[in-house]
């Protein structure tokens, strides 16, 4: 299985034409090492590298939501390269990752993480994720804490028993057929909507179609199921035994509700307020990824600079 070429200098030039600064045209267009690590089932895992070589730093893998692809870390992976040595997952199902037949919750796709641990070489490793990624992540550190040094969820509803219903996702539909790049480009949403600068909505959108015999399709699979979301997570969260942060994106619906955040500091011993992203919507790789990347800055580099001490730590353009 390969990853379809990308003509990366036109989408450049179509990024700036919509105003993109400067730091994101440079971030966006770091270069990335792409490459696939069968799972247990066989499913080709699509796993992106932004400084593979740098063996001696820490491991940092970073998990994007549903329906997502590791291209929601094209803006922030790069300001983490200094300290960590930065790879991105594909979901199955979703980005350049293989279809299934058949897909389970967020603790069945924790099955997939340490197949892909493996092929990073490092152990334990530092996790960031996103939504639905914070999800897996959870119960992946709850049954293999040994493997993950740090976990920061970012935006991830976690519901609670007493707190929070059973909620259900949204369902995709039939698989539809574009006629052109740009008409399905044009049909481009973010789930749920928000607020997005133009250019950062149509650097997701250019990294998650493809074009098909047909026409034009959506990367992700659209038999991936509406997600039933019940308090296994929950459940998971309150053992966990490394250092945790939720990261908060202020006006955000998804993990906003106060009285939530605070059972899950509870949960963890923790008697302060989690990290907060201001001015940030759910997804804030988006709308805010210079304030999300301080945030994650702020509680990353001091435990890679103890990790890495005496090595030369490089830089990077911001």
């Not at 971030?27 to 066989?42: E, H, N």
């Not at 698989?175 to 481009?188: N, P």
């Not at 950062?200 to 998650?208: E, G, K, R, V, Y």
């Not at 990367?219 to 991936?224: I, K, V």
């Amino acid at each position: 299985m390969t990853v379809p070429s990308t003509n990366l200098s036109t989408l450049l030039d179509e990024l700036r034409a919509l105003g993109a600064p400067a730091w994101y045209i440079d971030a966006v267009g770091t270069p990335q090492r792409s490459r696939f690590v069968p799972a247990l089932d066989g499913t080709p895992l699509h796993l992106v590298e932004w400084n593979a070589d740098d063996h001696a730093k820490p491991a940092l893998l970073l998990l994007h939501g549903y329906r997502a692809n590791t291209h929601a870390w094209d803006a922030i992976a790069p300001f983490l390269m200094p300290w960590y040595r930065v790879a991105a997952l594909d979901w199955p199902g979703m980005g350049c990752s293989g279809h299934r037949s058949a897909y389970g919750e967020a603790g069945d796709a924790a099955d997939d993480l340490p197949v892909v641990m493996d092929a990073l070489g490092a152990e334990p490793v530092t996790v960031v994720a996103h939504s639905f990624g914070g999800s897996v992540a959870v119960h992946a550190a709850h049954r293999w804490p040994q493997r993950v040094s740090r976990l920061v969820v970012v935006d991830t509803f976690i519901p609670v028993p007493g707190i929070d219903a059973h909620p259900t996702g949204q369902a995709v539909g039939p698989r539809r057929v574009y006629a052109s790049r740009a008409d399905i480009l044009q049909r481009f949403r973010l789930l749920p909507a928000q607020p997005c600068p133009p250019w950062a909505l149509h650097h997701m959108a250019h990294h998650s179609v493809r074009e098909g015999p047909d026409g034009w399709v959506w990367r992700f699979d659209p038999a991936l199921p509406a997600r039933v979301l019940g308090y296994e997570t929950w459940q998971a969260w309150q053992a966990l035994q490394m250092p945790v942060d939720l990261v908060v994106c202020a006006l955000s619906l998804v993990a906003q509700a106060r009285q939530r955040q605070q059972a899950l500091a509870a949960a963890l011993g923790r008697t302060t307020d989690w990290p907060e992203v201001p001015g940030a919507h759910h997804h804030a790789m988006m709308d805010q990824p210079q304030a999300l990347r301080e945030v994650l800055l702020g509680l990353l580099e001091q435990p890679a600079r103890r990790a890495t001490a005496g090595l030369d730590q490089g830089s990077v353009s911001r």
